[in-house]
């Protein structure tokens, strides 16, 4: 019998990860590690928690649990012009992120994950990785980093680190529809509106003069609805995926992983990093991680990637670009908040159909 011993650093794909690899076979007995320093309560949140429902499918995970409010659509505004996708059925749960990811952590354990309620201080390499927290330290050949945006283990063991964006968000009451999305587009990326309940998650993401930009967003707001007080405030980082980033390292021995937000598996579209950090996940359990996760959601992440590119490099065209969503709607009815080859293929048939879109198109390109 083999024993492997895996330690993972990190959060919600960290637990969702490490269900996978506490596996015990006749052959072989995996001891998996997760070292986290939140636990329920203490777990901050950084993200509009917005996740689509086929999502959800995806991971296998059912979300009645975790559920705040549903949603049916979106709207999308430039600086005169808008556009709304409203449908009948619900796209998407805006989820309260501190009960879902206190679910993922308890599923990891119910597996047989040994759960560490400590934060890792400080990781060295030497014939094993070692993993100090403030009162003990971890040994193994295996360690997977799911550090989430924060990026100074990184820094610590000289790996590159993700472009990131800012991210700046209010809960706070103000007048909305209740199960419509409002996506604000920017010149780096976009102001939010996301409902909950009687609140709603207000925020904006952007490379500089974050705080600056959000209280000019909600100023702006004011003018056309009522906006009541500041509930409370959240911060964080958006890493945007990089399509060379290298996710798997070997050491003389040693392996280590990257996985979520540590290795920048978010939509470069949205900033959603949680349904492609569980896909990439279960890739962990793989020989070959960095091809396994490559082959799900590689080509994914490179369209919404793409066209984050062409939103931010043809900003001053954005009321054309929702002018032309406007008028080829039927595109968008069917598309997928996560995969972004949904909506190329609904492209590719409305091309087919009206020949005369891929001019305007090239009109908004070039």
Request: hydrophobic letters at 40%; aromatic letters at 10%; proline letters at 2%.
């Amino acid at each position: 019998m083999h024993e492997h011993k895996i330690i993972i650093i990190g959060g919600v794909i960290g637990a969702y990860g490490a269900k996978f690899l506490a596996r015990t076979n006749d052959n072989d007995v995996t001891e998996v590690t997760l070292i986290e320093e939140h636990k329920n309560e203490n777990q901050p949140v950084h993200c509009a928690g917005l996740i689509s429902r086929s999502g959800f499918k995806r991971i296998n995970v059912n979300p009645d649990k975790f559920i705040l409010n549903k949603v049916r659509g979106a709207k999308f505004f430039s600086r005169n012009t808008s556009f709304e996708i409203r449908t009948n059925d619900v796209k998407a749960y805006v989820i309260d992120r501190k009960v879902f990811d206190s679910y993922l952590l308890n599923s990891a354990i119910d597996s047989g994950v040994r759960f560490i309620n400590e934060k890792a201080m400080d990781i060295n390499a030497g014939e094993n990785w070692t993993v100090k927290t403030k009162s003990s330290e971890f040994n193994a050949k295996n360690l997977v980093m799911a550090t989430g945006a924060n990026y100074k283990l990184h820094r610590k063991l000289n790996l590159t680190v993700p472009e990131f964006l800012s991210a700046l968000q209010y809960e706070i009451s103000v007048e909305c529809e209740s199960d419509m999305v409002e996506l604000h587009l920017t010149k780096d990326f976009f102001a939010w509106v996301v409902p909950v309940g009687d609140y709603a998650r207000v925020g904006i993401a952007c490379y500089r003069n974050v705080r600056d930009e959000l209280e000019n967003f909600i100023k702006n707001l004011k003018q056309h609805r009522k906006v009541g007080e500041i509930l409370t405030k959240q911060a964080g980082l958006i890493p945007m995926y990089a399509p060379k980033f290298k996710t798997e390292y070997k050491f003389s021995g040693l392996n280590l992983r990257l996985v979520g937000d540590a290795a920048a598996h978010v939509k470069a579209t949205t900033g959603g990093g949680v349904i492609m950090g569980c896909l990439a996940a279960k890739h962990l359990t793989d020989k070959n991680y960095e091809n396994g996760w490559r082959k799900e959601i590689g080509s994914e992440l490179y369209l919404h990637l793409t066209i984050r590119k062409i939103l931010n490099r043809k900003y001053k065209k954005h009321d054309d670009m929702l002018m032309l969503a406007n008028k080829h709607k039927q595109v968008c009815y069917s598309a997928d908040m996560d995969m972004a080859s949904k909506l190329l293929k609904n492209l590719t048939a409305e091309f087919v159909r009206h020949p005369l879109m891929a001019a305007d198109i090239l009109k908004i390109l070039f």
